[in-house]
């Protein structure tokens, strides 16, 4: 199994990549992975998607602790997931109230994953707009410029808000995963090239199996469409590529 990552600040922020990802392991088999898109028009908000990178690496640790003291009883991997989402929260509350934080300090959509590797199973839950790729089947959560943000629900009572949430979903899967911020839509041509040619960047950057062999494969591909194809994205850009 082979994991790669990506992040790129888009050419239209001057300052800050708002965008974060995480990738971390629970147990012998579980890998939990995260993309988060922090908002524009908010707070620092580069902080937020960074603050729940954070959290969640935390998360990771101490489950994977858990079940290595205690044994814990095996649950779903949707129950799991859960679990750790009911965590973030937690966590993120816990932060707003000691660090004094506002709502528009912890505005950031989330696409995080779930999935045990030997069962080739998995769920996944999306506050806000970001794309998933599952074998061949694309589901692109597109909510047109005005996403959900985690920090609109942390006053809420977890259980009421998850219960009525719509973008959740368990799953098998059998070779590749991958998910994206809403970024990887916001390639265009910055820069002019000897050879005018086109590519489609969803084929390239989700399917093509160029550069496999390399850690750093998403990077490249960055590079070969910056720098072949003049593509680079406008908004900021995080992305994990899992093959079975």
Not at 17 to 41: H, N, P, R, W
Not at 143 to 163: I, S, V
Not at 192 to 205: A, C, G, N, R, T
């Amino acid at each position: 199994m082979k994991i790669y990552t990506a992040l790129q600040k888009g050419d239209y922020h001057l300052d800050f990549c708002e965008d974060q990802f995480f990738t971390g392991t629970i147990g012998d088999s579980k890998i939990l992975c995260a993309v988060m898109d922090g908002c524009t028009m908010a707070d620092e908000s580069y902080f937020a998607s960074t603050l729940v990178k954070k959290l969640l690496r935390k998360i990771a640790q101490t489950k994977t602790y858990q079940e290595f003291k205690n044994h814990t009883e095996q649950i779903t991997i949707e129950k799991e997931l859960k679990e750790i989402l009911k965590n973030l929260f937690l966590e993120l509350n816990s932060c707003r109230n000691q660090l004094g934080l506002g709502k528009r300090e912890l505005l950031t959509t989330i696409v995080i994953l779930l999935v045990d590797a030997q069962a080739k199973t998995g769920a996944y839950v999306v506050v806000g707009d970001g794309l998933i790729c599952i074998d061949d089947s694309t589901i692109d959560f597109d909510q047109d410029n005005k996403p959900d943000y985690l920090g609109f629900h942390l006053h809420e009572d977890f259980d009421t808000w998850y219960n009525s949430h719509t973008q959740k979903c368990t799953f098998g899967v059998n070779s590749h995963i991958s998910l994206a911020t809403d970024g990887i839509h916001t390639f265009t041509k910055i820069s002019p090239v000897k050879v005018e040619s086109k590519i489609d960047v969803l084929e390239y950057l989700l399917f093509d199996q160029s550069f496999c062999e390399k850690e750093d494969m998403i990077e490249l591909k960055l590079k070969k469409l910056e720098f072949q194809y003049g593509l680079k994205p406008t908004d900021d850009f995080s992305m994990i590529r899992i093959e079975m």
